[in-house]
C-alpha cells in the first residue's frame, strides 16, 4: 500500500484491496491494471457460524429493546437455533464511507457535522476507520479506538472528481472482514449515491455486502450540488435506497439537520444485536441462502441481511 499524496503519511491507499476485489485502477496515482472481478466473497474463520448485525426499530425509526425469547430466525424458511454475541451498547467496529467527489462540494459542512455526532454517540471501547473517495479510495483513517480519534482526516474532504462508490464500499467491505474487532459492526456511507467512476457493478457490490459478518449499512444521503439533472438525482436516491436494503440496514438524509440525523444513526448503531447461527448447510459452494428474522412484537420493522453468501471452495 501506498501513502496519499500530500497527507499524512498513514493516509494510505487501498491497492491492494482494490486491485483483490474490485479489480479498479491503482490509486495514489498509480494504475495497477483491472481484471476480473472475484466470483464470490471472502468470509473469515468462522464458517459454517454466521454472524448477522440486526437492529429492531418502531414506526417512527427509534430503535427498541427485545429480549432473546422474542426473536426467532429462518434460512431458507427453516427456523435455526441462535446464539446472542453481543447485547446493546456493547463495543462496535464502524467504518465511514465518505464521498469527496466534486456533486457534494456544497454538502462538506453538514459531513464534517454527522460523522463528528456519530463518533461520539458510539459506545465506549468502540473503534472507527474512515474511507475516503472520489474516483480513487484511500483510507484515510485506520482502525483507531474512538477516544483517540483524530478529525483532521477530514481535512482531506476536498469535493472534487467524479465519483467511484462502488469501488469505495466493495474495498471497505473487505477490510472491516479482516481487521474489525468486534462482531458489531457498521458501515456508514456519507454520499448523493451517484457513482460515475467504479469499474464494478451494483450487483457486485450487493453481494460483497451478503456475506456472513458483514457490517449493516446506513445509507445517509447528502445534499446535491447546483446544476445537476435530476435524473442523476434519482439515480442516485436509487442506488442509496437499496444499498441500505441490500446491507440490512436503513436509510438517512442530511437535510435539513445533519447533527440530529447523526444522532439518530449512532442511536440505531448503539441498538445492534449480533445473532450467530449455524448454517445448515456448511458447504463451500458459493450459493445464497434467504433469511429471515422475526419478533413476537408489534409495530416493529427489523433490519438485517435479506440473504447471504456462502463461501467458495
Not at 463528528?116 to 473503534?127: F, H, M, N, T, Y
Not at 437535510?255 to 445492534?272: F, H, K, L, Y
Request: aromatic share 6%.
Amino acid at each position: 500500500m501506498q501513502t496519499r499524496q500530500g497527507g499524512a503519511s498513514w493516509g494510505v491507499a487501498l491497492i491492494a484491496l482494490l486491485a483483490l476485489a474490485v479489480c479498479a485502477k491503482g490509486l495514489g496515482g498509480q494504475n495497477v491494471g483491472v481484471a476480473s472481478p472475484p466470483a464470490t466473497p471472502t468470509v473469515d474463520s468462522s464458517w459454517p457460524n454466521v454472524n448477522l448485525n440486526v437492529v429492531v426499530l418502531d414506526k417512527r425509526g427509534v430503535p427498541q429493546k427485545v429480549g432473546q425469547r422474542e426473536i426467532r430466525l429462518f434460512e431458507d424458511g427453516t427456523e435455526r437455533p441462535l446464539q446472542f454475541l453481543d447485547s446493546q451498547d456493547s463495543p462496535v467496529s464502524l467504518a465511514f464511507v465518505i464521498d469527496s467527489s466534486g456533486s457534494i462540494f456544497k454538502s462538506k459542512d453538514a459531513i464534517i457535522a454527522a460523522v463528528k455526532a456519530i463518533v461520539r454517540g458510539l459506545p465506549d471501547g468502540s473503534e472507527v476507520m474512515a474511507v475516503l473517495f472520489a474516483d480513487q479510495a484511500f483510507l484515510d483513517l485506520p482502525f483507531t479506538p474512538v477516544s483517540k480519534v483524530d478529525f483532521s482526516f477530514l481535512d482531506r474532504l476536498q469535493t472534487s472528481g467524479p465519483s467511484g462508490l462502488y469501488d469505495a464500499v466493495v474495498a471497505t467491505e473487505d477490510h472491516i472482514i479482516a481487521h474489525a474487532r468486534y462482531t458489531r459492526r457498521a458501515l456508514v456511507i456519507l454520499s448523493d449515491g451517484e457513482d460515475n467512476a467504479s469499474h464494478i457493478s451494483i450487483g457486485v457490490v450487493y453481494r460483497k455486502m451478503e456475506q456472513p459478518d458483514a457490517p449493516m449499512i446506513y445509507a445517509c444521503r447528502v445534499s446535491k450540488a447546483p446544476l445537476i439533472i435530476p435524473n442523476d438525482s434519482a439515480v442516485g436516491h436509487i442506488n442509496m435506497r437499496f444499498l441500505a436494503k441490500e446491507g440490512g440496514g436503513a436509510q438517512f438524509s442530511l437535510d435539513p439537520d445533519p447533527e440530529s440525523t447523526a444522532v439518530q444513526i449512532a442511536n440505531a448503531i448503539r441498538s445492534q444485536y449480533v445473532l450467530r447461527f449455524t448454517a445448515a448447510d456448511p458447504s463451500r459452494d458459493g450459493k445464497a441462502h434467504k433469511l429471515a428474522v422475526r419478533v413476537s412484537v408489534k409495530d416493529v420493522q427489523i433490519r438485517v441481511l435479506p440473504v447471504y453468501f456462502a463461501p467458495a471452495k
